[in-house]
Structure formats: structure tokens, C-alpha cells
């Protein structure tokens, strides 16, 4: 059975940092391209970053550009996503997505995604 479990959202101070995690189960990652996703209340769901199955090869959505780093860890079939300098505009739930066969240029679009967590609340308020 495959399983995602999102992890590390909290409520923090703006300019704050978070690690979140993204647990897999059910399957190996090294044959899929990851990525987080972010949806706040009244929008749509937005992707945030992703990251290819082999060569390492990120993209990150102009917003988080210089803040966020999404890293994998293969052996333990694990996803990161580290936050740094968030923004109040970063809250949001924040959703882990496991697919296949994506091309890096189409990977921020929700459409490509197979497999999906329940989500983590990020929260950024002072």
C-alpha cells in the first residue's frame, strides 16, 4: 500500500525556518520525480518545488527561490523540504506528491502526480 506522511508544520515567527519531511512507504523513490505543493485557504493548489529521480535536478516556483531546498534521501525513502526566511504569505498547507515519468518543465503542475500525502499546516505569523 502506498503511503505519504507530511511532517514538521507548525506555527512560526516570520523569518523563521521549518524543516518539513515527507515519509514513503509502499514503494522505492528512486524511480520517481517529488515534489511539495502548498494550498492556503481560497486558492489553488500551487506547486512549490520538485526534484528529479536521477540526476538531483530541482525546480523551486519564483516565490520560495533562495528561501526553501528540497533534498531526498533515497535510502530512506524520505522527501525535505527546509524553509527558511518564511513569509506570512508561505502558510499554507503543505503537500508531498510522488509521480512518474514527469518531465522537469511540467513538474510543478498537480495534473502530473500520482500519489499524494494528507498535508502539513505551515503557519508564518507574528
Known amino acids: 500500500q502506498v503511503q505519504l506522511v507530511e511532517s514538521g508544520g507548525d506555527l512560526v515567527q516570520p523569518g523563521g525556518s521549518l524543516r518539513l519531511s515527507c515519509a514513503v512507504s509502499?514503494?522505492?523513490?528512486?524511480?520517481?520525480?517529488i515534489a511539495w505543493f502548498r494550498q492556503a485557504p481560497g486558492k489553488e493548489r500551487e506547486g512549490v518545488s520538485c526534484?528529479?529521480?536521477?540526476?538531483?535536478?530541482?525546480v523551486y516556483v519564483d516565490s520560495v527561490k533562495g528561501r526553501f531546498t528540497i533534498s531526498r534521501d533515497n535510502a530512506a525513502n524520505t522527501v525535505y523540504l527546509q524553509m527558511n526566511s518564511l513569509k506570512p504569505e508561505d502558510t499554507a498547507v503543505y503537500y508531498c506528491?510522488?509521480?512518474?515519468?514527469?518531465?522537469?518543465?511540467?513538474?510543478?503542475?498537480?495534473?502530473?502526480?500520482?500519489?499524494w500525502g494528507r498535508g502539513t499546516q505551515v503557519t508564518v505569523s507574528s
Open positions: 506528491a510522488v509521480g512518474s515519468n514527469i518531465l522537469l518543465r511540467r513538474c510543478t503542475l498537480p495534473t502530473e502526480y500520482n500519489f
Open positions: 509502499g514503494f522505492t523513490l528512486d524511480y520517481y520525480v
Open positions: 526534484i528529479s529521480k536521477n540526476d538531483g535536478n530541482t
